[in-house]
Structures are given as structure tokens and as C-alpha cells.
Nanobody, 113 residues
Framework: QVQLVESGGGLVQIGGSLRLSCAAS????????LAWYRQAPGKKREFFAS???????MYDSSVKGRFTISRDIAKNTVYLQMNSLNPEDTAVYYC???????WGQGTQVTVSK
């Protein structure tokens, strides 16, 4: 089973941007679907973006138009470009396969008011 490690989080001001990375321990070429999730303080972890092996993407309405998921098969990495960040985006961000495998540590994103 491929292991996934998230990185790229940090503190950003309202309206700012960040790019998160999800590095896989093996090839992502044959993984049917990879997704990003986030868990805000006191809330459940929630899905918000995914990309299929064919490159089709899906977004939750809360991030559509602001976030972009992409992947670099040669680097075995999935990316999340986040623009126009607001305080409601503050959360720990995780990537995972769909269906889900084990969860990694995630990466913290904090948007300051």
C-alpha cells in the first residue's frame, strides 16, 4: 500500500495562497482516485477535492474556483493550489486514496484574520 506524506502548510493572510504537496512512496499511476481532505478545529474530517487516474477532478462547493488539484505522475506527487484563502480554510489538510487507506500526519494551514 502506498504511503502518502503531506507538506506545504503554513500561516497565510486572508486572500493569500499556498500550494500543498502529497508525496507518495510509490507510483500513483495506477491509483484510481486521490483526494484531499481537511479537518477544522472541533469538526469532522471532510472531503473537498479529488483527481482520478484519468485526470478528472471534483471539488466541494466550498473550494470550487479557489482550489486546484493536480498531479505529477513522474514525481508521484499530488498538489493542491489554494488561492483566495479565508479563515474558514484553517484546518489540518490530508491526502488519501479513495477508498481511504491509512491517514498521515497532515499539514496545518492557518489563515489569519
Amino acid at each position: 500500500q502506498v504511503q502518502l506524506v503531506e507538506s506545504g502548510g503554513g500561516l497565510v493572510q486572508i486572500g493569500g495562497s499556498l500550494r500543498l504537496s502529497c508525496a507518495a512512496s510509490g507510483s500513483i499511476f495506477t491509483i484510481d482516485r486521490l483526494a484531499w481532505y481537511r479537518q477544522a478545529p472541533g469538526k469532522k474530517r471532510e472531503f473537498f477535492a479529488s483527481i482520478t487516474a484519468g485526470g478528472n477532478t471534483m471539488y466541494d462547493s466550498s473550494v470550487k474556483g479557489r482550489f486546484t488539484i493536480s498531479r505529477d505522475i513522474a514525481k508521484n506527487t499530488v498538489y493542491l493550489q489554494m488561492n483566495s484563502l479565508n479563515p474558514e480554510d484553517t484546518a489540518v489538510y490530508y491526502c488519501n486514496t479513495v477508498p481511504n487507506g491509512g491517514w498521515g500526519q497532515g499539514t496545518q494551514v492557518t489563515v489569519s484574520k
